[in-house]
């Protein structure tokens, strides 16, 4: 690892190159995405909405991180945070980007007065471990999904 200092930053602005430094992490998400750049047209539109935010960890201009969030709104939540896509780069693992990341979702979250919820897949357990660590509690619940083809 470097011995260049982490930047944790709130993308502002579209690059290729950024979109793909971002979709290099998806696999390591899931093992059902592919690498390929995030599309132009949805990474523009996160960063330009103000219910949305990209935050990328950069290790000498490489992204080594990222994460979504979103603010849900609705009668019964009011108003909360969604967090999705959060992942580190395997490789750096254990360097305290994920705790960085964190530390920023968090500050995001403050700065709207809202809560952070997120689901994790029961096979992450070191990711359940990162999250219970950080504060984070195990809500009862199910997740289901409806198919657009329906």
């Given at each position: 690892m470097?011995n260049?200092e982490?930047?944790i930053?709130?993308?502002?602005?579209?690059?290729?190159?950024?979109?793909v430094?971002?979709?290099?992490?998806?696999?390591?998400l899931?093992k059902?995405m592919g690498?390929?750049?995030?599309?132009e047209?949805?990474l523009?539109?996160?960063i330009?909405?103000?219910?949305?935010?990209?935050?990328?960890?950069r290790l000498?201009?490489?992204?080594v991180?990222?994460?979504?969030?979103?603010?849900l709104?609705?009668?019964a939540?009011?108003?909360?945070g969604?967090l999705?896509?959060f992942v580190t780069?395997?490789?750096?693992r254990?360097?305290g980007i994920?705790g960085?990341?964190w530390d920023?979702?968090i500050?995001?979250?403050k700065e709207?007065?809202?809560?952070?919820e997120?689901?994790?897949?029961?096979?992450?357990?070191a990711a359940?471990?990162f999250?219970?660590g950080h504060?984070?509690?195990?809500?009862?619940?199910?997740?289901?999904h409806?198919d657009?083809?329906?």
């Amino acid at each position: 690892m470097s011995n260049h200092e982490v930047a944790i930053e709130r993308m502002t602005k579209y690059s290729f190159e950024d979109a793909v430094g971002i979709g290099r992490l998806m696999p390591f998400l899931s093992k059902s995405m592919g690498s390929a750049p995030v599309p132009e047209e949805l990474l523009t539109e996160i960063i330009n909405s103000p219910y949305h935010e990209q935050l990328v960890a950069r290790l000498d201009r490489i992204i080594v991180g990222a994460a979504t969030l979103n603010i849900l709104m609705g009668p019964a939540v009011n108003r909360s945070g969604y967090l999705e896509d959060f992942v580190t780069d395997p490789e750096m693992r254990g360097s305290g980007i994920g705790g960085k990341l964190w530390d920023e979702m968090i500050a995001w979250c403050k700065e709207r007065d809202i809560s952070l919820e997120f689901t994790s897949k029961s096979s992450r357990t070191a990711a359940h471990s990162f999250y219970l660590g950080h504060g984070a509690t195990i809500r009862d619940t199910t997740v289901f999904h409806v198919d657009q083809s329906i």
